[in-house]
């Protein structure tokens, strides 16, 4: 299972700064936004949620803006560290009879020590 | 918990070859997802059960694929005759019913496939 990031955006950040991944979605009837993370050689692993109704949702160390307007959603990671280095997806749904959770196409996250 | 299984992690074969790939779900989910990761296409989704059941398999590429699911806790995915084009990584994942085709997706370690 090995990530794709040698041909994705790649965004560069030294250890210690905060990050922000940005994602485009297509769809404006989504109502359920993921972010997941995939790092080297393992299966991608849920991170975050978000719904429509909300525009900010946190955890432990990340962030999750949301902005229907322009169909904008973005990841922020506080402190970022080495362990974060992985290729981060966006993932969005229309929830209702028969919907599916489609993926962005991923940024690739590189933490500099 | 032990998470999604599958097997094998890498397969090599001929074009032509038939292919099977294997999951075991996270007892107690509802869901089980086939996804395929490539650099082009990123994760597609191939098919999806419910309770065994297949509920959509739009995603699936032609007839040479097919997916079963005989019981909660195995699916398997299938590819006859295999291409040179099916080359990617395949991934399984499971899920609870939460009322949604979505919410927290559990990804195996996939499966590697080269079909030379």
């Known amino acids: 299972g090995e990530s794709v990031g040698l041909h994705l955006p790649t965004l560069s950040v030294q250890e210690g700064d905060n990050s922000i991944i940005n994602c485009a979605y297509s769809?404006?009837?989504?109502?359920?936004f993921i972010w997941y993370k995939q790092e080297s050689g393992k299966g991608p692993q849920f991170i975050i949620d978000?719904?429509?109704?909300?525009d900010k949702r946190q955890g432990q160390r990340v962030t999750v803006l949301l902005n229907k307007t322009v169909k904008h959603l973005s990841l922020q990671i506080a402190a970022t560290q080495p362990g974060d280095s992985a290729v981060y997806f966006c993932?969005?749904?229309?929830?209702?009879?028969?919907?599916?959770?489609?993926f962005g196409k991923g940024i690739t996250l590189s933490v500099r020590p | 918990d032990a998470g999604v299984i599958q097997s094998p992690r890498h397969e090599v074969t001929e074009m032509g070859q038939e292919v099977t790939l294997r999951c075991k779900p996270i007892?107690?989910?509802?869901?089980l997802f086939w996804y395929r990761q490539t650099m082009m296409r990123g994760l597609e989704l191939l098919i999806y059960?419910?309770?065994?059941?297949?509920?959509?398999d739009s995603g699936m590429p032609e007839d040479r694929f097919s997916a079963k699911m005989p019981n909660a806790s195995f699916s398997t995915l299938k590819i006859q005759p295999s291409e040179p084009r099916d080359s990617a990584v395949y991934f399984c994942?499971?899920?609870?019913?939460?009322?949604?085709?979505?919410?927290?997706?559990?990804f195996g370690e996939g499966s590697r496939l080269t079909v030379l």
């Open positions: 994942a499971s899920s609870l019913d939460r009322g949604l085709v979505a919410g927290e997706l559990f």
């Open positions: 993932a969005e749904i229309c929830t209702g009879a028969n919907s599916k959770l489609t």
């Open positions: 059960f419910n309770n065994n059941v297949p509920i959509d």
């Open positions: 978000i719904r429509s109704n909300m």
């Open positions: 769809n404006s009837a989504s109502d359920y």
């Open positions: 007892s107690g989910h509802d869901y």
